[in-house]
């Protein structure tokens, strides 16, 4: 079976993480991967994407337009720049939490309201998946991580439900970190159970 | 054993199985996570370094040809600029040790460089380039790459670009290979290690020719290009070149579901290597086909050999490509390009909304310049030079300071706009001399970190010195490779460096120039900071500022931040001037104060010497 993933989001967020997990994740259970992390110049902040191939022997690295089944989107405003890759009833995975440049702080840029991107997904025709960063749980009185978080709603409301069960992810974040396991296992599993705002046009218009 | 590399570190593991005895190269993207990879490698009886520049990098190198062991040289595109001069001397002479240089391209200009076909080299030097099509390939093909460059007794290289060099698939890893420990060759023949003379350089340049001639010969004997025709003569024949061989499975899966393709109909030649010009394959393609599509990244190299190939063999049938006007020579090519070439080549339409995705709601996303980090010495100096140019009455409009490669070119971007131009590294030092000669009345200054003065921007200075030109150069030393991903350079603490190297210090280099106007600035005293520079710029002549401030990445890995600035709630009334000056990511606004974030925040106290209401201060961190 083969899967693409578009992922995006800004530095630091740690999206490329989630990449790497799951392409970890698909190298233990012998499904073919390519896995192609872009950074560019950017530091953190900065705008970053990722493409992630699974199923195919031989496949390059870039997902062609319309071509992505599933999109990561960390970050609001950066989540339009994946719209265009995007399949027709895809699943667009919105995590809505917003990292203002420094001329939207000082009021001199627009930067997208949350609905405004939310239209634009559903428009795409592809199945808005949102997360809303406020309800992101906290372990130990601290959030908890939440690309780990959205990596859990991933392999629940998504198509990588038929690839990956949580205790393979739980495997694959013990043997990459000695330290926050339970972090991490609260974060996942809270990601599987939130119940995220699904929307998609049907014939019948937009239904939740 | 199988494991999940990138076809960078593909290379690296290559170049480990071939054995080889030494590897060169100085970080540029995307090609930097080779020589990385090694580095973190337990490799005894191999030399791994990051060269000064590409240039020092392939010279070294040379030496290991020609004393017969094998050796690598890694480097983005722009530095085979760099080693070109030695590049194109070092093939006419020849090696004897398998001798292979990595390039890896930038098509799409990810990283922000010039968008260049690197294998243009090949064409000048006459040497074989391999252009591996996966991550796979570009294990097998560098160590395979060894053996050729032995075989044909020249450089070979190995090609590749951003998206296979940072893609992560699963290789089958062979365990290491023996280095060799043979004595060096020490072999006198000025014939061939000297360029001395026309009879030396013209069999030089024959004896390269030929040895290009053999290469074909031997990859045509291995059928290392592959060739599938079709059934009936007269169709479709596609070459792919490197990467694009790697879409095709995938675009003639969308052809089929929505056009009357049939793949077994077309034929199809995957060229792994533009250099040498696979001449019997291309022949036979063009005797079988009616039609012929080429799909190659960037420049239509191997595209116009094509046509000279269909004249020779008198092919009259159409050539699909670029210079056709079809295909693009700017960017990245996939799936869409093969589909559009074929459409093209067949006569087909092919609806336009399968290929192209909803692009409108871009309009929203906002603007994201990049910017340097929090706690970044860098941002102290672009705060320095625009106070200085205030406090001397000059616009910034009318300052030339002209920039170079690396991290130091952010103050580009705002709140700075401080930075005017990019070239290629060192270029700022002798930029602002043109600039001077071009009669600019302002002071010019030229800005350029550590890594890249030491590359290419030393004979700049010497030649400002020499020529007693009235400018200043800033040197913003952060004392490492910052932009690459942290590599050590000459000037990196010895501390850091550790066993067997020697810190090479810029604060001794200037002075023994003969800079007698030099200065040293703390870029985060700003205050301070800021006098020194309007002192050397009223000054004439050449003077040189070196502002030093170690990467506050790398304080943040040392666990070095020891403050971290509070905002003293009841002084701070939002005025954002400390956002504004500093555009400091570690900044932002919160329920009437400006709020900063603890994890961010290094404690560079740049933001506290702006705030003018006393509404910041310099605190203990607690760890």
């Known amino acids: 079976m083969k899967l693409d993933i578009f992922l995006v989001g800004v530095g630091g967020q740690g999206i490329l993480t989630i990449g790497e997990l799951i392409s970890e994740a698909a190298h233990r259970q012998s499904i073919p991967v390519n896995f192609f992390p872009s950074k560019g110049m950017a530091q953190r902040g900065g705008f970053v994407k990722a493409q992630l191939r699974l199923g195919r022997e031989l496949v390059g690295p870039i997902i062609p337009e319309r071509g992505a089944d599933i999109v990561v989107a960390m970050e609001l405003s950066e989540s339009l720049k994946a719209l265009r890759y995007i399949k027709a009833n895809g699943d667009f995975v919105l995590f809505g939490e917003c990292w203002e440049p420094t001329a939207v702080m000082l009021g001199k840029a627009p930067y997208p309201k949350t609905d405004e991107v939310k239209e634009q997904v559903i428009k795409s025709g592809a199945r808005l998946i949102y997360l809303d960063p406020h309800l992101l749980p906290k372990y130990e009185s601290r959030l908890v991580a939440s690309n780990i978080y959205i990596l859990g709603t991933l392999i629940q409301q998504t198509q990588l439900k038929q690839f990956f069960t949580a205790d393979l992810m739980e495997e694959v974040m013990q043997s990459r970190w000695k330290r926050g396991g339970q972090a991490n296992k609260v974060a996942l599993h809270a990601g599987i159970r939130v119940e995220p705002e699904i929307k998609q046009i049907s014939s019948a218009g937009v239904t939740a | ?623």
């Open chain 2, 1 to 623: 054993m199988k494991k999940l590399i990138t076809g960078n570190e593909a290379v690296a593991l290559g170049a480990v199985a071939a054995g080889v005895k030494a590897v060169t190269g100085y970080p540029g993207t995307p090609s930097t996570g080779t020589i990385t990879y090694l580095l973190s490698m337990d490799l005894p009886d191999t030399h791994v370094e990051w060269s000064v520049n590409e240039k020092v990098a392939i010279d070294v190198a040379a030496g290991l040809g020609w004393g017969g062991h094998r050796v690598l040289v890694t480097t983005k595109m722009s530095g085979v600029n760099v080693a070109a001069d030695s590049l194109v001397s070092i093939a006419h002479s020849g090696v004897d040790g398998g001798m292979v240089i990595y390039v890896a391209d930038d098509p799409g200009v990810s990283a922000g460089m010039v968008e260049q076909d690197s294998r243009a080299y090949a064409l000048m030097a006459d040497m074989v380039i391999l252009e591996p099509s996966s991550v796979k390939e570009s294990y097998e093909m560098t160590k395979f790459a060894f053996d050729l460059s032995e075989q044909i007794q020249t450089p070979v290289f190995v090609r590749s670009v951003t998206a296979l060099a940072n893609s992560f698939a699963e290789v089958d890893i062979e365990p290491p290979g023996k280095v060799s420990q043979a004595e060096p060759l020490l072999v006198r023949d000025i014939n061939r290690y000297t360029k001395a003379g026309s009879v030396i350089g013209k069999t030089q340049h024959q004896k390269i020719i030929n040895n290009l001639e053999k290469a074909g010969q031997i990859l045509e004997d291995i059928g290392f290009n592959k060739i599938v025709l079709s059934a009936n003569k007269g169709g479709l024949g596609i070459i792919t070149v490197g990467i694009t061989a790697a879409y095709m499975d995938e675009a003639f899966e969308m052809l089929e579901q929505h056009t009357s393709v049939k793949r077994d109909e077309i034929s199809v030649l995957n060229v792994y290597a533009s250099l040498p010009f696979p001449e019997k394959k291309v022949r036979q393609l063009l005797a079988h086909c009616g039609t012929i599509l080429v799909l190659e990244e960037l420049e239509p190299h191997l595209e116009k050999n094509v046509y000279v190939e269909a004249q020779k063999t008198g092919f009259n049938g159409k050539i699909v490509g670029k210079l056709d006007k079809t295909l693009s020579r700017i960017g990245e090519y996939g799936v869409e390009q093969i589909v559009r070439g074929t459409a093209a080549a067949l006569g087909l339409d092919f609806p336009e909304e399968l290929l192209k995705g909803m692009s409108s709601g871009e309009a929203y996303a906002a603007d994201r310049p990049i910017t340097v980090c929090a706690g970044c010495p860098h941002r102290g100096t672009y705060m320095a030079i625009i106070d200085a140019l205030r406090r001397l009455r000059l616009k910034k409009s009318e300052v030339m300071v002209t920039g170079d490669i690396g991290c130091t070119i952010l103050g580009m971007n705002p709140p700075y706009d401080i930075i005017w131009n990019e070239i290629s590294m060192g270029a700022s030092v002798s930029l602002a001399q043109g600039y001077v000669y071009a009669g600019v009345k302002t002071p010019v200054i030229a800005t350029i970190g550590d890594s890249t003065f030491f590359h290419g921007g030393i004979p700049g200075l010497i030649n400002a010195i020499q020529h007693d030109v009235n400018m200043t150069l800033i040197i913003m030393d952060n004392r490492w490779t910052a932009m690459t991903g942290m590599q050590e350079n000459p000037g990196t603490s010895k501390k850091y460096q550790g066993e067997g190297y020697v810190e090479v210090d810029i604060a001794r280099i200037v002075p023994a120039l003969g800079v007698t106007q030099y200065f040293e600035m703390d870029p985060f005293n700003y205050r301070e900071s800021s006098e020194i520079l309007q002192k050397a710029l009223k000054l004439p002549g050449v003077k040189v500022v070196l502002a030093r401030g170690e990467c506050a990445i790398q304080v943040v890995r040392h666990n070095e931040v020891e403050k971290i600035v509070r905002v003293i709630d009841e002084n701070c009334n939002q005025c954002k001037l400390c956002i504004m000056v500093t555009g400091c990511a570690a900044l932002s606004l919160g329920n009437g104060t400006v709020l900063v974030d603890e994890a961010l925040c290094t404690g560079c106290g740049l933001c506290v010497a702006v705030c003018n209401r006393n509404a910041m201060e310099l605190i203990d961190r607690e760890n």
